[in-house]
């Protein structure tokens, strides 16, 4: 089996799609954790441009949300000399094994994934690359025989059928791939819209009020949490049954100042909502400063085009020794030399 290293760490894969600017829901939820990750682990993280064409996209947001979100990642704290860091379609095995993973995964597993089902509610016409997105997604992870995979709750799914797969690869074919583990986190691994609990914080919510972009300026995430939704009442109590959007915006709190939920609770007892706000909004801005200033010196510096180029060769002497075990053990005729 491939799964062995050089350095005999775990493999870590990880992606994040460059369909919108990036929230404080992906830092937190992800990247904040991919940054943990990169002593321990072997690190992939890739900008996952394939899956974002899976709808609709304008050609030159592409390119410059591409490019962002792989600054982004550096500046977040994602070192280029720990991790690899890469955009998914500048290493050609990504596409090709998601299509032997097409032939593998069955119509029925496809139209059970949730994602699906939602993206495609009450659409006249659906890209048929929506309803096989799993696969590729797939093909990403065991590409890289990744022993873990951080996700959130939303694409916990997804991950199972990336195992069953791998699993059904491995009967039919001889053990070819890891069966990957997902890594969520407890706390903070789904955070919710400002303006309704009960929804994902989401970069392609066309209401921009509905979540904080790692890029607005703190004038604007001053705006946007002073605007957030609460429940009724004044009390700040983690209760995310009863009280959903406050609890929403004390786990960002939490998460951002690096305390837990029952000190954000006492901290803000008998304070009401105002204060609170208020404070959220300095613990979200002392945040995203220093990041902010990060991302714009790597953008202005044009270093974000090597890392990339440099991210794509180490990720594709991985990947094309898997693809080529896998057509080789599906039989497919190599070619020499």
Avoid at 137 to 155: E, F, S, T, W
Wanted: glycine share 6%; proline share 5%.
């Amino acid at each position: 089996m491939s799964g062995t290293n050089k350095s005999d760490k775990k493999r870590v894969l990880s992606g994040i799609q460059p369909s919108g600017q990036l929230t404080i829901g992906n830092y937190i939820g992800a990247m904040r954790h991919f940054v943990e990750m990169q002593d321990e682990y072997d690190c992939y993280f890739a900008v996952v441009d394939l899956h974002a064409v899976t709808v609709p996209q304008e050609p030159e947001a592409l390119r410059e949300n591409t490019e962002a979100v792989a600054a982004l990642f550096v500046a977040a704290g994602i070192d280029p000399a720990k991790a690899a860091i890469f955009v998914q379609s500048h290493v050609p095995a990504h596409a090709q094994l998601g299509w032997l993973m097409t032939t593998l995964a069955y119509m029925g597993e496809l139209e059970r994934m949730t994602q699906y089902k939602d993206k495609a509610a009450g659409k006249v016409a659906v890209g048929a690359g929506l309803f096989t997105y799993p696969a590729l997604m797939a093909a990403d992870i065991l590409l890289y025989n990744a022993h873990l995979v951080p996700v959130g709750d939303d694409q916990k799914q997804h991950l199972e059928l990336t195992r069953d797969l791998a699993i059904r690869f491995n009967r039919r074919f001889g053990e070819t791939f890891v069966v990957p583990e997902p890594s969520i986190s407890e706390v903070g691994a789904r955070i919710m819209s400002l303006d309704d609990a009960t929804k994902k914080m989401s970069k392609s919510n066309p209401n921009p009020n509905s979540y904080i972009s790692l890029l607005d300026p703190p004038d604007v995430v001053r705006k946007k949490i002073s605007r957030a939704k609460t429940d009724p009442g004044r009390e700040v109590v983690y209760d995310p049954a009863n009280k959903p959007e406050i609890s929403n915006l004390m786990t960002i709190y939490a998460q951002c100042a690096g305390v837990s939920l029952d000190e954000v609770q006492k901290r803000f007892e008998g304070q009401g909502y105002g204060a609170f706000k208020k404070e959220l909004a300095e613990v979200v801005v002392s945040v995203l400063e220093p990041l902010q200033r990060t991302y714009h010196d790597i953008r202005q510096s044009g270093a974000i085009r090597d890392i990339l180029r440099d991210g794509a060769q180490r990720a594709a002497a991985v990947a094309e020794v898997t693809l080529r075990q896998a057509k080789e053990a599906m039989g497919f005729l190599l070619p020499q030399g």
